[in-house]
C-alpha cells in the first residue's frame, strides 16, 4: 500500500516568513494529494490539493508543488500570520475505480512566531 | 459548500457498554465514507471504508466486530464501539467523498470518546 512521509515534524517560522512542509509517497500511481490543516481538537480542512496532471498550484498565500518523479510535492505558505499555526498533514490517494482512500502523513506542527 | 456533520462531538461511556457515532453529508450523497482514529499529537489513522449498502472494508489490526460500521443510506454512516474498554478512548473523525465534485473528501467534527 501508499506509505506517506512529511516532514518536519515541527516548525517554526517568523510571522511573515515563509514556510514550506514536504511529503514523499511511495507509490508511483498516487495521483491525488491534498492538504489539511487541522487546529487542535477540531476537524482536518482541506486548503489545498493537487492532481497528478499539474506540478505547482497556487492559492493566495498557499502553493503546492508536485514531482511525479522524485515522488515529493510540498506545501509553501508565505507570508505566514498567527492563525496559519496549526498542525498541518498532508495525503495521497490512489486510483481505485471509485474506491480511493487517502493515505496521510505523520503531520507538521506550524507555530508561527509574532 | 459540502458539509459532513459528526454526532455526538463528546461522549462519555462506562467500560462495556456501547456507544454509537454518526456521519452525515448534509448537502450531498456519499457513497463512500471513512472512519478514522486520531490519537493525541499523531495523524488520522484509517480504520475502515463505509460503502453504501454494502459491508465496510476495514483496514489491517482493525476488529470488524469491535468497531460496527453502517452505512445505511447515502448521507449516513454509523461507527458502534462496542463492548468500550478505556484504551478504546480517542478521537474518531469520519469523512465522506463528494461523489462527482473531483471525488474530494470533507470531514466531520470529529467525536472525542472517553470510557471510564
Known amino acids: 500500500g501508499e506509505n506517506v512521509e512529511q516532514h518536519p515534524s515541527t516548525l517554526s517560522v517568523q510571522e511573515g516568513d515563509s514556510a514550506v512542509i514536504k511529503c514523499t509517497y511511495s507509490d508511483s500511481a498516487s495521483n491525488y494529494f491534498p492538504w489539511y490543516k487541522q487546529e487542535l481538537g477540531k476537524r482536518p480542512q482541506l486548503i489545498i490539493d493537487i492532481r497528478s496532471n499539474v506540478g505547482e498550484k497556487k492559492d493566495q498565500r498557499i502553493a503546492v508543488t508536485l514531482n511525479k518523479t522524485a515522488k515529493h510535492f510540498s506545501l509553501h505558505i508565505t507570508e505566514t500570520q498567527p492563525e496559519d499555526s496549526a498542525v498541518y498533514f498532508c495525503a495521497a490517494s490512489i486510483p481505485n475505480f471509485g474506491n480511493e482512500k487517502l493515505t496521510f502523513g505523520t503531520g507538521t506542527r506550524l507555530t508561527i512566531i509574532p | 459548500g459540502a458539509v459532513v456533520s459528526q454526532h455526538p462531538s463528546r461522549v462519555i461511556c462506562k467500560s462495556g457498554t456501547s456507544v454509537k457515532i454518526e456521519c452525515r453529508s448534509l448537502d450531498f450523497q456519499a457513497t463512500t465514507m471513512f472512519w478514522y482514529r486520531q490519537f493525541p499529537k499523531q495523524s488520522l489513522m484509517l480504520m475502515a471504508t463505509s460503502n453504501e449498502g454494502s459491508k465496510a472494508t476495514y483496514e489491517q489490526g482493525v476488529e470488524k466486530d469491535k468497531f460496527l460500521i453502517n452505512h445505511a443510506s447515502l448521507t449516513l454512516s454509523t461507527l458502534t464501539v462496542t463492548s468500550a474498554h478505556p484504551e478504546d478512548s480517542s478521537f474518531y473523525i469520519c469523512?465522506?467523498?463528494?461523489?462527482?465534485?473531483?471525488?474530494?473528501?470533507?470531514f466531520g467534527e470529529g467525536s472525542w470518546l472517553t470510557v471510564v
Open positions: 469523512s465522506a467523498r463528494r461523489t462527482g465534485f473531483g471525488n474530494t473528501i470533507y
